[in-house]
Nanobody, 121 residues
Framework: QVHLVESGGGLVQAGGPLRLSCAAS????????MGWYRQAPGKQREMVAT???????NYADSVKGRFTISRDNAKNTVYLQMNSLKPEDTAVYYC???????????????WGQGTQVTVSS
């Protein structure tokens, strides 16, 4: 059984910072690409940022220069530092990880339960 547990969401004023964390636990062989996605009310889930095991990152255009994704491979944890938050960043943020359970097998996608981020104007 694999679990992704997110923390760090909450209410923040526009322009403020917030940091999200997500830790993967369970009988894991390896954690590959990790990322953050978000879903606002009435909208589809969208990619926010991803990071590979080697540290290569990818960001949505809407967050470039404001958000920073990082990870601690030893702890199977990914972080999202969000600065200069805007009301349009309000959404439920989901952690995602591609995880291999058995050596030589394919990685499967796992999702966290989501954490609410609300940015007030």
């Amino acid at each position: 059984q694999v679990h992704l547990v997110e923390s760090g969401g909450g209410l923040v004023q526009a322009g403020g910072p917030l940091r999200l964390s997500c830790a993967a636990s369970g009988r894991i062989f390896s954690v590959n690409t990790m990322g953050w996605y978000r879903q606002a009310p009435g909208k589809q889930r969208e990619m926010v940022a991803t990071i590979t095991t080697g540290g290569s990152t990818n960001y949505a255009d809407s967050v470039k220069g404001r958000f920073t994704i990082s990870r601690d491979n030893a702890k199977n944890t990914v972080y999202l530092q969000m600065n200069s938050l805007k009301p349009e960043d309000t959404a439920v943020y989901y952690c995602n990880a591609a995880i291999t359970l058995v050596p030589g097998s394919w990685a499967n996608d796992y999702w966290g339960q989501g954490t609410q981020v609300t940015v007030s104007s």
